[in-house]
């Protein structure tokens, strides 16, 4: 059963306490992971348009180290993260750009993968009010409304939904400030296998970068 608890602020994301460690103990598992490949499917509403976007991908994880985040079939977009930077291609114009990890406009990647300081149950406390829980099956629904004005200018809700069996997200979903809604959803994934190293690099000389 879905709750709203408004009198409950000072416990922490807003909510009593033993209603969010589902989420934290989750949180934590996902961090002992060696790996994690998985497909995912993609689906967006933007207000301008009438019928969904649909996308397949492909995600190769090494939890709070590096990532590879590829879009569509066939590529259109691949997003890699190799512990230093992140990098944006385009791979229909072959074009790329380096972002900081704490960009504003990559943080919701970084929330869905469960990368960076702020992914931890204290991280994310500190960025979002949890506002509403679910906990049926085997799965836990998490709804969440951003705090920083930094990041109220780039969504105004996210949503988690973790399988309490493997402690990975099945569903991660956002809304953005210009009425885009974004839902990611994840198929079984195949945990703690090998991942080259060679997944997350690139041949640098084959895009033209923004400056």
Partial sequence: MIRFLTLALMLPFGLFADETTPLKAALEKQAEHKSVVVLFRQTKKVPALTDEIKTMGKL????????????????????????KEVLVLDEVKKSGE????????????FLTLGMGKDASFDGLSKLFTITAT???QGRFVATLSPKPRSLKRVMKSLLMQVNLKTSFPERIGWVQRDGTEAMTEFFKP???GGIPAITFQINEEAYTWEK
């Avoid at 380096?98 to 990647?109: A, V």
Wanted: hydrophobic share 35%; net charge positive.
């Fill in 60 to 83: 190769w994880l090494i939890p709070g180290k590096a990532f590879r985040w590829e879009l569509g079939q066939p590529k259109k977009q691949t997003i890699i993260y190799n512990g």
């Fill in 98 to 109: 380096r972002l900081s990890p704490d960009d504003k406009t990559i943080k919701p990647l």
């Fill in 134 to 136: 679910n906990q049926d």
């Fill in 190 to 192: 195949a945990l703690d």
